[in-house]
């Protein structure tokens, strides 16, 4: 399978370059913590998220996830008390939580009851973390579904998203250096050519940005949220949006896309290098995109060097494609019954291999 197009690969968050490798001018700043009222009230009769016949047969589908009680993640996030708090997003909230049973530290995600797609994207979402185990990959521990509560409970990431160590760095973090960055760009692109290539049926992501990289120690990198990729928030709330940068296409431009904070500490040649091959990721056309098994050996070409990869030549040149502007991502509610069934018919797929 191709690497996804402009349309899926570069966020709306921010242009892409400014993703990877440069510091942005703004940045939104941080959303209000929401308040335990907020979030602790009576559950609500939403006829969207009350399906106890969709629940139930997702119960019958899960294989080695665990099922959680609404009443130990409230005891493992302390209620669900702000400071508890690691992001939030269009699909809902993250918690860090300690398991009561185990002490084990979690990320507990608590979907939103209040939007249209609660209890589907859980539907989607938790059908497809079972069924999906990659070194690259955020691993779903377990679930719960009382009442129209939706949470997911997954492996803790120690430091954050690629985000938190590209935008607005805290007094005394030091910024990734380059070798770092590569080695990150891999593991995205392993956990991508895992979808794309591995997974039977496979799996469009459709979200790749710094948000959705999670880093644990070492900074190993995984992909979050490639279960709701597949589906995005309705009307204005879409998530998935991009464009592709002129500059893209001017490769004596490239350096200025390195981050002020590099301070010119990168080989102009991988630099470049790497850019071309992000280029070749945004073309409309799937035919000229590289699949991500090329990106993979490209990145890891450029992330270790000839000398400790054992190449004795560098890879063959990349010619730079034309790179055209895409609209928004916007997605309607007939399109979004559509992808429901496709994804139930994956799981369905997936279950009988």
Not at 95 to 103: E, S, V
Not at 117 to 127: C, D, H, K, T
Request: aromatic content about 6%; overall charge negative.
């Amino acid at each position: 399978m191709r690497s996804e197009s402009s349309r899926t690969l570069m966020s709306a968050d921010a242009p892409p370059h400014r993703r990877m490798f440069s510091h942005p001018q703004h940045v939104e700043g941080p959303k209000k913590p929401p308040t335990e009222v907020e979030h602790n009230k009576p559950a609500s009769r939403n006829p969207v998220t009350n399906d106890k016949a969709a629940i139930e047969d997702v119960r019958n589908k899960i294989f080695g996830a665990q099922t959680f009680t609404f009443r130990e993640l409230a005891a493992a996030t302390k209620n669900f008390r702000p400071e508890c708090l690691l992001g939030e997003g269009g699909f809902g909230r993250v918690y860090k939580g300690k398991l009561g049973n185990t002490g084990q530290i979690v990320a507990i995600k608590k979907l939103d009851r209040n939007g249209l797609q609660g209890s589907r994207e859980f539907l989607v979402e938790v059908l497809m973390l079972s069924l999906l185990h990659d070194p690259n990959l955020v691993n779903l521990i377990g679930y719960c579904a009382d009442g129209d509560q939706r949470l997911l409970v997954y492996e803790y990431m120690p430091l954050g998203s690629l985000e938190d160590h590209l935008l607005d760095l805290s007094e005394g973090q030091q910024p990734l250096d380059w070798y770092t960055r590569m080695k990150i760009a891999l593991h995205a692109a392993k956990g991508l050519e895992y979808l794309h290539e591995k997974a039977k049926p496979p799996v469009i992501y459709r979200d790749l940005k710094s948000s959705n990289i999670l880093l644990e120690h070492d900074f190993n990198a995984k992909l979050s949220d490639f279960g709701l990729a597949k589906l995005g928030p309705m009307g204005d709330r879409s998530h998935v949006s991009s464009r592709a940068e002129p500059i893209f296409k001017e490769p004596h431009r490239f350096t200025e896309l390195a981050d002020p904070l590099l301070e010119g500490k990168f080989p102009i040649k991988a630099l470049n290098q790497a850019v071309a091959v992000a280029s070749m990721c945004l073309q409309d056309d799937a035919t000229i995109r590289p699949s991500m098994s090329d990106v993979v050996t490209a990145l890891t070409f450029l992330g270790e060097g000839s000398e400790s990869t054992g190449l004795a030549s560098p890879p063959p040149e990349i010619i730079m494609p034309d790179v055209a502007k895409s609209d928004s991502c916007k997605i309607d509610p007939s399109q979004r019954e559509t992808e429901i069934a496709e994804a139930m018919e994956w799981a369905t797929s997936r279950n009988r291999q």
